[in-house]
């Protein structure tokens, strides 16, 4: 166990699956306690019980976050347990579908929105007034296509480059409340959204995404929660406003990249989490 987030009290959206389950476990390891929040659908209980398994210290919380009542209730759970809140993980989103957009679906749209950007926006209303009065910080799950654009799935990349600017505006205003708000930008991540078996991508997607980053592979879930845990420690304490990648170079990627990536940047770094839900995919379907 660490202690880089000692004593700090976090909420991680999406925290049951994928990268939000990775998020948490690091958190918890690093002394956090953490609130695992999502769909009663999700894992969250699952990933609970493994943290306090590991000694750290977890509560759940499920529920549809894209209702201001329920974002409201999972703060006061925090408060009620913990006594104060630190961090917010905007992490929840979805990636419903991939069509070009004369045929992508009003409801995978509709989705989209419910759950990238109105779930963060409710949240971040929710946690501020326990924020300010903690000097605590935000951060928002954003992507390389909120900064490129993706084909075959426009929507997507909008909803996480409103992300982007959102997560701006928020340092800007907040702070003078004494709150940062930053934004983690992951590329292709090893989750269940970018597997054929699991997600909306075909095979060909799936060559891509990898083809397209300059060291030729997926990045680990834990990869993207060792950015998470800086710029929510007190570490990165002269940074808000910012947007961090962990993209595996894509967003300077010409052509196919990956193909011509060293075989040690191929390889997947072993990670000391213990992950057992990265594969789900329960937010990736519409419900």
């Not at 306690?33 to 019980?49: H, N, Y």
């Amino acid at each position: 166990m660490g202690n880089r987030l000692e004593g700090k009290v976090a909420i991680v959206t999406g925290g049951g699956s994928g990268i939000g389950e990775a998020i948490c476990k690091k958190f918890a390891k690093e002394g956090a306690k953490v609130v695992v929040a999502g769909f009663s659908e999700d894992p969250v209980e699952e990933v609970t019980r493994e943290i306090q398994e590991e000694g750290g210290t977890a509560i759940p919380f499920t529920g549809d976050l894209s209702l201001l009542a329920n974002a409201q209730g999972c703060v006061e759970l925090a408060v009620k347990q913990y006594g104060k809140l630190d961090i917010l993980i905007n992490n929840a989103g979805t990636f419903p579908e991939t069509n070009l957009l004369s045929d992508f679906s009003e409801e995978a749209f509709d989705y989209l929105l419910k759950n990238n950007i109105r779930t963060a926006f409710v949240m971040s209303k929710a946690a501020l007034p326990e924020l300010q009065k903690t000097k605590g910080n935000i951060i928002c799950a954003g992507s390389e296509s909120g900064a490129l654009g993706i084909a075959q799935n426009a929507p997507y990349g909008g909803t996480k480059g409103f992300m982007h600017a959102f997560a701006k505006g928020l340092a800007a205003e907040q702070a003078q409340k004494g709150v940062r708000c930053n934004v983690v930008a992951p590329g292709p991540i090893d989750t269940g959204w970018t597997h054929k078996e699991t997600g909306p991508m075909d095979e060909q997607m799936e060559q891509m995404v990898t083809q397209g980053t300059l060291m030729g592979r997926r990045g680990t879930p834990e990869e993207v929660a060792n950015a998470y845990l800086f710029v929510a420690s007190d570490e990165a304490s002269y940074v808000t406003g910012a947007i961090f990648p962990v993209d595996g170079g894509t967003l300077i990627a010409k052509g196919p990249a990956g193909d011509m990536a060293a075989q040690n940047m191929k390889q997947q770094p072993k990670g000391e989490l213990s992950l057992q839900h990265s594969k789900d995919s329960h937010t990736s379907v519409r419900k």
